[in-house]
């Protein structure tokens, strides 16, 4: 396990949505802190957030702070205003801050999407996993922790698994590769013009098509332009555009059903 000696602070010019500015020394000593780094546009990072709202809903007068640093891997996810919209659809209920520039997952070394660190109250790193999974073993850990702020805290059974593929020990298919574009735009079946873009592939006219073959639990293009609302649109594995200017980033899969045990 890795041990941090303090919780790092986050930069003073950092944009916040849900408070004006937090500063994480004055947590120390009070407060168990869990820090999440997400994007609204990533599918494993919508999967986790209901797991992160009952954390919330379940511990927060009992003294865990959830902070959510907002990392956008999309260049859309850099505008605040998309940010903003993608909160308050989504119903979150603690604090976000945005971090377009990455600042923040620089400062904490992070690896992925989602990507999740929990502090105690003297600041020390006491957990952290990367990627959907470990609900069960997240929830024993901050109870732990709420446990030496409070030695009387009784906390509840942790909460039950969500998806079949959430259950501890479940074991799963492999399944298709998420897709970025326009590296790989060759993975791609592509019917009329579509031109490359800093991260996306746009449709030069409408009837464009785009289509992926795939193997997984569930498909998810990413889409902005167009007077698209920039984000994660459930697919089957092809996108058409009705018209000139949609842009597709590319195709993120949801996990096959687990394999029985």
């Known amino acids: 396990?890795?041990?941090w000696c303090g919780i790092?602070?986050?930069p003073p010019e950092l944009d916040w949505l849900g408070v004006a500015f937090l500063r994480m020394d004055r947590l120390i000593g009070r407060h168990a802190v869990l820090v999440e780094f997400w994007d609204s546009a990533r599918i494993n990072s919508l999967r986790t957030l209901p797991y992160l709202k009952e954390w919330h809903e379940r511990y927060a007068d009992a003294?865990?702070?959830?902070?959510?640093?907002?990392?956008?891997?999309?260049?859309?996810?850099?505008?605040?205003?998309?940010?903003?919209?993608?909160v308050e659809a989504l119903?979150?209920?603690?604090?976000?801050?945005?971090?377009?520039?990455f600042a923040v997952w620089r400062l904490y070394g992070n690896r992925g999407w989602p990507g999740r660190y929990l502090f105690d109250r003297r600041s020390v790193l006491r957990y952290y996993h990367y990627g959907e999974g470990d609900y069960e073993g997240t929830e024993l850990a901050i109870q732990e922790?709420?446990?030496?702020?409070?030695?009387?805290?009784?906390p509840p059974a942790p909460m039950a698994p969500i998806r079949p593929e959430d259950a501890p020990g479940a074991l799963f298919e492999p399944q298709t590769a998420d897709v970025a574009l326009p590296a790989d735009r060759g993975r791609l079946e592509l019917v009329r013009d579509w031109t490359d873009g800093e991260d996306y592939i746009?449709?030069?006219?409408?009837?464009?098509?785009?289509?992926?073959?795939?193997r997984a639990g569930g498909a998810w293009a990413v889409l902005s332009g167009a007077e698209v609302e920039p984000g994660l649109y459930e697919s089957d594995g092809t996108v058409v555009a009705e018209e000139p200017g949609l842009r597709l980033h590319g195709f993120q899969f949801t996990?096959?059903?687990?394999?029985p045990s």
Do not use: K
């Open 1 to 3: 396990m890795r041990a």
């Open 8 to 10: 790092a602070a986050f």
């Open 63 to 86: 003294g865990l702070r959830v902070i959510a640093v907002h990392s956008p891997g999309y260049s859309f996810g850099r505008d605040r205003q998309v940010a903003t919209r993608a």
């Open 91 to 101: 119903e979150v209920p603690f604090p976000v801050a945005l971090d377009p520039d």
């Open 145 to 154: 922790l709420l446990r030496e702020i409070d030695p009387d805290f009784e």
């Open 202 to 214: 746009e449709a030069a006219d409408a009837g464009a098509s785009a289509t992926m073959r795939f």
């Open 255 to 259: 996990p096959l059903p687990p394999s």
